[in-house]
């Protein structure tokens, strides 16, 4: 079975500066995708990223970017030039090629900009 | 073109009573997932409908159940609720389910409080 962790329940950093949120998983699979996702608080999921296990190249949107080690099973999220509307839970993800859309989360990193 | 809507958005029963959540994807999206999302558990699967068919399911009881009506609208039911039951109830669409990429997007969540 496939499992998801991230290690960091709580950051907090000072607006402007770079975060990077620590992910983990666990597969036997080979083709796969992660995702990091947002949930500001009472707000709706977002995607914030997502890379292909086939790809090589990190993935980058923007501000974020991701660190993927796929021989690790690693997948960070580093958020560059922090802004307030950053704060939110963030989700590390991972999905089956395979398996539709049954997505597995790990439990969250919950990140506070500070002014 | 409106996003997924989830209703009610909040809803408190009592334990031993039975509770139907709705949820509308977004328009020409097939695909309707549920997740439960606690603070002790956090975010679980747990059930897949596309094309008014259950594709995959999560490790819940019997006592959870969906279906999904031919315009992609999808209700859960959740009977003989307990304490445990209390979360938020999530439902994701996309637009086809299968292999390959199909990003889910996310509504808004019901709060289920069971007293």
């Known amino acids: 079975a496939q499992t998801v962790t991230q290690s960091q329940p709580e950051m907090s950093v000072q607006e402007a500066e770079t975060v990077t949120l620590s992910c983990t998983y666990d597969t036997s699979e080979n083709n796969y995708y992660l995702f990091w996702y947002k949930q500001p608080p009472s707000r709706q999921m977002i995607l914030v990223i997502r890379?292909?296990?086939?790809?090589?190249q990190n993935a980058t949107e923007n501000r974020f970017s991701v660190n993927f080690q796929k021989a690790a099973k690693s997948f960070s999220l580093k958020i560059s030039d922090s802004q307030l509307g950053d704060t939110a839970m963030y989700f590390c993800a991972f999905r089956d090629y395979s398996s539709a859309s049954k997505i597995i989360f790990g439990s969250g990193t919950r990140l506070s900009i500070r002014p | 073109k409106a996003g997924v809507t989830q209703t009610p958005r909040y809803l408190i029963k009592t334990r031993g009573q039975q509770v139907t959540l709705s949820c509308s994807p977004i328009?020409?999206?097939?695909?309707v997932s549920w997740y439960q999302q606690t603070p002790g558990q956090g975010l679980q699967f747990l059930f897949e409908y596309f094309s008014e068919t259950q594709r995959n399911k999560g490790n819940f009881p019997g006592r959870f159940s969906g279906r999904q009506f031919s315009n992609s609208r999808s209700e859960m039911n959740v009977s003989t609720l307990e304490l445990g039951d209390s979360a938020l109830y999530l439902c994701?669409?996309?637009?086809?389910?299968?292999?390959?990429?199909?990003?889910?997007?996310f509504g808004p969540g019901t709060r289920l409080t069971v007293l």
């Open positions: 890379q292909e296990a086939y790809k090589q």
């Open positions: 994701a669409s996309s637009l086809a389910a299968g292999q390959g990429y199909n990003e889910q997007f």
């Open positions: 328009s020409g999206h097939r695909s």
